[in-house]
């Protein structure tokens, strides 16, 4: 089992129901390939330094999951597919970060520590 | 360059005396070099996006090739610009 980072970009123009559907079966996925999210985080809307899909804006998510290499196959198939997702990038995170160390905490920046050290990226 | 007292200016083919750039990261070793931190990034690219060479900035090996990751995961997720045209 591996630890891996993944960050997306969703459509600014997305409905609620809509983006809490796409994130619910997006979590099925990993559930399905023997994953588990440790932490999902919402960053909000930020603006893009550069149009993409001619939008200027996108929601970022940010999230770390526990889980077998085969899983990260699925999910990225996953979010090719869905047309909503501008962007996304994962990160498989070097063996010493230790799960604890993500987990969410009460402070709103817990990730600049372990996020220091990665490797390897799909996308 | 190490540091020298400033040579005399008599002799125009010596050296200039310059600072020693030291790599930020290794001096402060809190600075994250991470694509989720466009801020610390900026400092190592110029306005048109490009990345600085190690001798301009003085970052060391190790820390410029993780910069280099970094700075092309930023770029993917419009974080940095790839460009900056006019």
Known sequence: ?123 | MQDRPPRSHSNPKQKPYYKRKTCRFCEEKTLPIDYKAPHVLKDFITERGKILPRRITGTCSFHQKKLATEIKRARIMALIPFTVHD
């Open chain 1, 1 to 123: 089992m591996n630890l891996y980072e993944i960050m997306f970009i969703l459509n600014p123009d997305m409905g609620d129901d809509e983006r809490e559907k796409m994130i619910t079966r997006l979590k099925g996925t990993i559930s399905k390939n023997k994953g588990d999210v440790i932490r999902f985080d919402d960053l909000g809307f930020k603006t893009l330094t550069y149009k993409i899909k001619k939008k200027s804006r996108g929601q970022y998510f940010l999230m770390y999951l526990d889980g077998p290499g085969s899983m990260v196959a699925e999910i990225e198939r996953f979010l090719r597919i869905d047309e909503n997702v501008i962007r996304f990038v994962v990160v498989k995170l070097d063996k010493h970060v230790t799960r604890e160390s993500l987990e969410p905490k009460a402070e709103p920046q817990p990730e600049e520590a372990p996020a220091a050290q990665q490797e390897e990226t799909g996308a």
